[in-house]
Every structure is written in structure tokens, then in C-alpha cells.
């Protein structure tokens, strides 16, 4: 069979995006399989196609582009609803584009991914072939005259699928009489290219969009009741959105500064998954919760709202997670305390989740589209050639398809030359596979260069193991291969070709906690902002290792501990150097045992001390005031990026200098904010801002 899939923007990133490319990625083992970007904002994805699935973009609106500058880009669509939510995307060059694939593109099925594709599908979809639509939207959420839209054109349709039975009932009651056969056929979550969980880290993991309906703040909220009895767990949310901002208020305003981290966005996410023993949903609504399932293949139970519609669907209550009344900061703060305080229920748990499921796997799922294709398409016309269904000369089809591509701007994704590379840790080595799939067969080195380390020049190289099928290199973890800094990797040929490596699944789980060793070093796998793989290399004689940031009335605390090491009895004094100028400022603190210590910074004195508006205080700690100052970092973890992840709020202290130490006179408001630098060492900025 020859497929379509009709989606608002494949470059993106999402949950519609990964059950998509899911889907196509089973289908395409047995059928020709098409993904059709509405939209094209990017050069590539930014998630993985596998490379049978093909793409195409229809509406180019990248920088520049021809596209972007049609006036019929301005003028708005005659076939999308107004109430529809994406509505402002599109327009009548995005009906001429649709309009152009559906009427003379050869598919046998052409399956409409929301409300705006499905109505294209089923106005516009050939006669002949089997037009499904997925709802992928709970239909409460549906305004009513997308309803409308729905009750008018969809009867022309072959079918209609949901992702929940409840959801199925739904349409079936809109639709009435005249409706198209209705099932729910759920997403698919494929199994996890990493090991599970052991779910021995005390580690919370939420992930999703930043929107309102997903209500993070509940799941904060209930984190601050947790903490007052397991002060040991944290709490990491991934994802990005328009809610960032005021979850990080919130976060700030409760306290929780070193319990809740906003993670930022990942795909893929089963590395970050595993990293955790339980995951959170706290949703209003769910149209089904694919965040769920992802979840529960790798290993952890999950308290969720049983929220309309999808958690109670997937999770079997009291087996494999908990369900939770919607909107109950107390119950979901009692749901997380019962796993974290049973180690044997949450591994009991967790395996369950693994096996439960297995039902959502894409053969089951992908199966179960192909017998309802094959279904209505015996019961239409017999399949024919492509120019007898079009009622076309071939001459005049293949005609057709060249002006198309003439139309459509960079029609077919160009298959990327920059291979995707895993990596994971064994034995104390960090282990980084790349199939070989696309590239040549006389590879040599994995090569790791240098990005604007000072005096460090020359490449890293290291053999390729492995056959052209697979290749494979290894480095150890925790010993010093790098400088310090941030290194790219690539792979080299006979010939010194470099090909830059892109980020496929990185499970470095293993990297938070341990080192208790001196000198530390570490090397990291992490991903680039553009997606590709690159180490960051930390290698430091002595190590002090931040613990928390706390707040009083007048001072700002700071705990830690040096690693493989005390202070013999001397006095841990705190060192804040200012960055521009020779100037110090020490504060002795206490020596809790261990290699343990606090400090009490005292603001006002720190305020005082500046002499700019905008000053850097970077911290370390020493033996006493004469000894020799480590830098005070956050390195004992898995996170590369600290500086976003380990955010501290600031505190405000009243200006007591005067002013002629300023160039212009000051204002009465200095804020002081702890925060970590590019290179994970901790850092004051004092600075005084308008009231």
C-alpha cells in the first residue's frame, strides 16, 4: 500500500509528531510510507525518521523563502474553521498546497492527523481511496464550529479512529447516523533502546508541553509536601512552553530552589526517563498520555489525575501506578510518598508497568491500521493502477508529479550526511555506537576536537571498533582523556573526512553520584543545541562539590563537601573573588565532618563590597584564609547545561553606598543572586536594578 500521513509540522517537536513517526516507521517496514509537513520551518526534523519513511513539505516558511513571501500566505483559509486551534497557520496557499498533494499525489490511503487535516482529507481526498481521520484532541476541547465542520464533512470519510474508547463514544454521539465507522486505536510507544529503571534513584520525572492544562503547578505544589518528610528526592520536569516562566516563580516562591528543576526539552526522552523511579502525570485533561506509556516502557510506575480521558485507560490502578483525583494537591502528594517509602512496591510496580505496556507496542498497534486499510479498501473499488484511479494518461500524471515538485519547494528531505551516534556507560567507559547505514565502509576514528579551549589545539583520536554494519569507540569515564572544556566528536575516514555526529539516545545515568576520588575528572556525552554529540570533560585536582542553596533573613547558606578529602582541622573559610578587579571577600564557615561544610553569607556585607552596578563573585573554598581556594561546582551529576537546570532566585538588600563610588548616582535596590557559570562553578552577581 502507499501511505499518506497529513501532520500540522513534522519538524517540530510533540506528541502527535512521535506517535506519527511511531507508526510510519512500522508501516514502512511492509508498505511505501509518506509524511506529509503541512508546514516545513527547519531544515530537518528534529526528531528521528527512519529512512524508509519519505517527508514532504508543503508550505516552505524558512527564512527567505519563496514561500514565505506568497501573498496568498496573508490570505486566510476558506477550509479551516476559525475556532480551529491552529487556525493561524494556515491559509490559502496552504489549501492550494493540500489541494495539489490529495488530488494528484498516487496513495492508496491518505490518513488526516487533527481536526483542520482531517476536514482536508475528507473534502478533498480522491474518491476511491481510504481517507481516514485521527482524533488525537479530547472532543471537549473541540470548539463547536470545528464540530460543525466535523458533523458536515466527515461522512465522506472511510473512517475515523480515536486514541480512547471514551473519546470513540464521544464521536460517534457527535456525528449521529451518518457517521463513518468509529475506533479507538491507541498510540504506539516503541520498546525502549536503553535498559529500564532500576528505580533506585530517588528521582521524580514529569515531562510535556509547559501549558496551563498540564498543571505542573500541582505536581510543584504537592513536591513542597513530599519534601517536609523525604528531603532526599528530587523532582525534574522536562519540556518547554509559555509556562516556564511562572513555574520557575513558583518553584522559587515555595523554596524548592534545590528540590525542582526545570529541564528544558528532550527528544529523545528514554535516557531521562530511566534516570528516575517514579514518573508524574497532573494533568486537567489527557486526550490520551503518550508521556504515560513512554514512561511505564521504561520502567517506572506513574501517579497520574485520572483525568479525562486517557491515564485511567492506561494505567491499571493499585498495579502498575496509581490514579489520583484531578486537582488533589494532597492526593498526589500521598501517591508519591507511598512509592518513595516502599522500595519493594515501586520495583514491583515498575516491572508491571514494563509488561502492561507491551500492548501499546507499534507491530500491535501498526497491525491494527493495516486490517483496517486492507478492510476498506476490499470493500472500494478494486486497486487498479495509479492513472486508471486518477482517470489520468500516465504521460499526463507523470506530467503532474514534475510541475508538483516545481510547486513545492525542497519537496523531499535531503537524507542528512551527519550520522546519529548512541551512547552509554559499561565498565567505566563511555561506549559510542553509530550504525553504518550511509557512510562509508573505511572508517577509522572517532575524533574529538577541541571548541576554544585555551592552549589545546589538537584533536583527540581514537579507533573505531566494530565493522561497517556498526562501528563502536570507547573512552574512559572518569579519567583524563580531554582538557577541561567542551569537545565535538566526529567520525574520520582513510581519507581524513570528518563526519559530525548527532545525537541519538545519550544514557549517561551512571554519571549522578560516585567520584569520590581524587583528582576528579569527568567526560560527559551530551547534546548540542543543533542536536549534535558532544562531551564536556571536567579534570580538577581537588573538587568541592555544591550541595544546597538556602535563604534566611540576612544571609544566603551554602553547603557542600570536598571530595576525597577534609579540612585537617583547619576552619573552612569561604573565598568570593570579584571577577574584574582584585578585590576578596572571605566568610568563615563550619566543618560538619567528612569534607562536609556550610557557609552563611552575609548579603549586605557582599552588597557593600561592590564598587559597579553589575558585579560577578565567583566562590571557592580553602583551608583556613591562607589556603589554597577550590572552586565551589556543581559536577556530581548528569546535567551538562547547569547554568539553565540549577536556578536560584535572588535576594534583594538595601544600598547603603555612597554615591560617589558610582559614576551615576545608585538606585535604592541591590539584588544578589546565586547562580552557576558555563563552567559549573558557583557565582554571586550583585547588581543594583530600577524599583
Not at 252 to 266: C, E, I, P, S, T
Not at 356 to 372: H, M, T
Not at 454 to 473: C, F, H, N, T, Y
Not at 528 to 534: H, I, L, S
Request: net charge neutral; charged share 25%.
Amino acid at each position: 500500500m502507499r501511505i499518506a500521513i497529513l501532520i500540522h509540522n513534522i519538524y517540530g517537536v510533540g506528541g502527535t509528531n512521535r506517535t506519527v513517526i511511531n507508526l510510519a516507521a512500522e508501516l514502512s517496514e511492509r508498505h511505501d510510507v509518506e509524511i506529509v509537513s503541512i508546514l516545513r520551518r527547519l531544515d530537518r526534523p528534529m526528531m528521528e525518521i527512519p529512512a524508509k519513511v519519505s517527508v514532504v513539505g508543503l508550505v516552505d516558511l524558512r527564512r527567505n523563502s519563496a514561500d514565505s513571501k506568497d501573498p496568498r500566505n496573508r490570505e486566510m483559509s476558506q477550509m479551516v474553521p476559525v475556532e480551529e486551534e491552529f487556525y493561524r497557520f494556515y491559509s490559502r496557499l496552504t489549501d492550494d498546497r493540500v489541494a495539489d498533494y490529495l488530488r494528484r499525489t498516487p496513495y492508496d490511503v491518505v490518513v488526516g492527523t487533527r481536526s483542520a487535516l482531517n476536514l482536508y482529507v475528507a473534502r478533498l481526498g480522491r474518491p476511491g481511496s481510504v481517507r481516514i481521520a485521527q482524533e488525537h484532541m479530547t472532543q471537549d476541547m473541540i470548539p463547536g464550529s470545528v464540530h460543525e465542520a466535523m458533523r458536515l464533512h466527515y461522512p465522506r470519510l472511510s473512517a475515523v479512529t480515536t486514541v480512547t474508547e471514551a473519546d470513540a463514544t464521544a464521536v460517534r454521539e457527535l456525528l449521529g447516523p451518518d457517521a463513518p465507522p468509529v475506533s479507538a486505536i491507541p498510540n504506539s510507544v516503541p520498546e525502549p533502546s536503553v535498559t529500564p529503571t532500576r528505580g533506585d534513584r530517588k528521582i521524580v520525572v514529569a515531562a510535556g508541553r509547559l501549558h496551563p492544562i498540564k498543571r505542573y503547578d500541582l505536581l510543584v505544589r504537592a513536591f513542597a509536601k513530599v519534601i517536609t518528610e523525604r528531603p532526599d528526592w528530587t523532582l525534574r520536569i522536562y519540556g518547554d512552553g509559555g509556562e516556564s516562566r511562572r513555574l520557575g516563580t513558583l518553584i522559587a516562591d515555595l523554596g524548592l530552589q534545590n528540590h525542582v528543576f526545570r529541564m528544558g526539552g528532550y527528544s529523545p526522552l528514554d535516557a531521562e526517563w530511566v534516570k528516575g523511579s517514579i514518573a508524574a502525570v497532573t494533568s486537567d485533561k489527557e486526550s490520551f498520555g503518550m508521556t504515560i506509556v513512554e514512561a511505564m516502557r521504561c520502567g517506572l510506575p506513574v501517579v497520574s489525575t485520572a483525568c479525562p480521558v486517557g491515564p485511567a485507560e492506561i494505567i491499571r490502578d493499585g498495579e502498575d501506578g496509581l490514579l489520583v483525583p484531578t486537582g488533589d494537591v494532597d492526593a498526589i502528594a500521598t501517591a508519591l510518598l507511598r512509592l518513595m517509602n516502599d522500595d519493594e512496591l515501586r520495583v514491583r510496580f515498575g516491572v508491571a508497568a514494563r509488561e502492561n505496556s507491551r500492548r501499546y507496542d507499534p507491530a500491535l498497534i501498526a497491525g491494527r491500521y493495516e486490517r483496517l486499510f486492507q478492510e476498506h479498501l476490499a470493500a472500494g473499488r478494486p486497486l487498479r493502477s495509479v492513472a486508471a484511479r486518477l482517470r489520468t494518461p500516465a504521460r499526463t500524471l507523470r506530467s503532474s508529479g514534475r510541475a508538483l515538485i516545481r510547486v513545492l519547494p525542497d519537496f523531499k528531505v535531503r537524507k542528512d550526511v551527519s550520522p546519529v551516534a548512541s551512547c552509554h556507560l559499561e565498565n567505566g567507559q563511555v561506549i559510542v555506537t553509530v550504525p553504518g547505514d550511509g557512510l562509508p565502509r573505511h572508517l577509522t576514528h572517532l575524533v574529538c576536537r577541541p571548541r576554544r579551549i585555551e592552549g589545546v589545539r589538537k584533536a583527540v583520536k581514537i579507533p573505531l571498533a566494530g565493522d561497517p554494519a556498526q562501528w563502536s569507540a570507547a573512552f574512559p569515564a572518569r579519567s583524563e582523556v580531554f582538557a577541561e572544556g567542551r569537545w565535538d566528536l566526529y567520525l574520520s575516514d582513510r581519507r581524513s573526512r570528518l563526519y559530525r555526529l548527532r545525537a541519538g539516545v545519550l544514557d549517561v545515568r551512571d554519571f549522578i553520584g560516585g567520584d569520590e576520588t581524587a583528582p576528579f575528572t569527568r567526560n560527559v556525552p551530551y547534546p548540542t543545541k543543533d542536536k549534535f554529540v558532544a562531551v564536556a570533560a571536567w579534570s580538577r585536582a581537588e573538587h568541592a562539590e555544591l550541595g544546597e542553596i538556602r535563604y534566611g533573613l540576612e544571609t544566603i547558606t551554602v553547603t557542600g563537601r570536598l571530595i576525597a578529602g577534609d579540612f585537617g582541622g583547619t576552619t573552612p573559610t569561604l573565598v568570593l573573588t570579584a571577577r574584574e578587579r582584585e578585590e576578596t571577600l572571605t566568610v568563615d564557615g563550619a566543618d560538619e565532618g567528612a569534607g562536609h561544610f556550610s557557609f552563611d553569607v552575609p548579603v549586605a556585607r557582599l552588597a557593600a563590597s561592590r564598587l559597579r552596578r553589575y558585579e560577578d563573585w565567583d566562590a571557592a573554598v580553602s583551608r583556613g584564609p591562607d589556603g589554597t581556594g577550590i572552586t565551589i561546582a556543581r559536577l556530581m551529576d548528569d546535567v551538562v547545561e547547569r547554568k539553565r537546570t540549577y536556578v536560584y532566585p535572588s535576594v534583594r538588600v538595601d544600598d547603603e553606598q555612597p554615591p560617589e563610588l558610582f559614576e551615576e548616582t545608585p538606585v535604592a535596590e541591590v539584588r544578589i543572586t546565586p547562580y552557576l557559570t558555563i563552567q559549573s562553578g558557583l557565582a554571586f552577581v550583585v547588581t543594583d536594578r530600577p524599583v
